[in-house]
């Protein structure tokens, strides 16, 4: 087994993993599945409770719930991967796991160039064209003071 992966870099490549689309990894499937593997915890959808704070620091409240799937994938060397994204997607959940489980191994590198760093970009890219088009739309309000001061 390899040693284990900083904390950080591996929450990075499971929100990468996550935020993506099942067609973004789609075109890594038989890669993915090209090892002998188990489903600890097959693919299953569920719901969960989603928070939220007023003005982002206000005191919590229940926004609702959503769907979510998840999923847990063992290799045949031990090592194991998991997933949990929004919606219902099971395909996804399994490809993300065993993304998951095999970027723990000595193969890192080559799984963070040819499927983490292209969606990371992509997602990147993605959210500065959201930021540019709210931008465009963002209105500045000022008063003017009456009066004697």
């Known amino acids: 087994m390899q040693n284990p992966v900083p904390q950080a870099e591996r929450q990075h490549w499971i929100g990468v993993l996550a935020r993506a689309r099942r067609s973004e990894l789609l075109p890594h499937e038989a890669a993915l599945r090209d090892v002998e593997y188990q489903l600890i915890r097959a693919p299953e959808i569920g719901m969960t409770l989603v928070r939220g704070r007023m003005g982002g620091n206000g005191a919590p409240f229940n926004v609702g719930e959503m769907s ?7 290799l045949a060397d031990g090592r194991t991967g998991y997933s949990y994204l929004a919606g219902r997607d099971k395909l996804h959940a399994e490809l993300a796991a065993l993304a998951d ?12 160039d040819q499927v983490i760093t292209p969606l990371a970009n992509a997602q990147a890219e993605h959210q500065a064209q959201k930021e540019a088009d709210t931008a465009a739309t963002k209105v500045e309000f000022f008063t003017l003071v009456r009066g004697e001061n």
């Open 68 to 74: 979510m799937t998840r999923c847990v994938v063992r």
């Open 101 to 112: 489980a095999h970027l723990q191994g000595s193969q890192q590198r080559h799984w963070l």
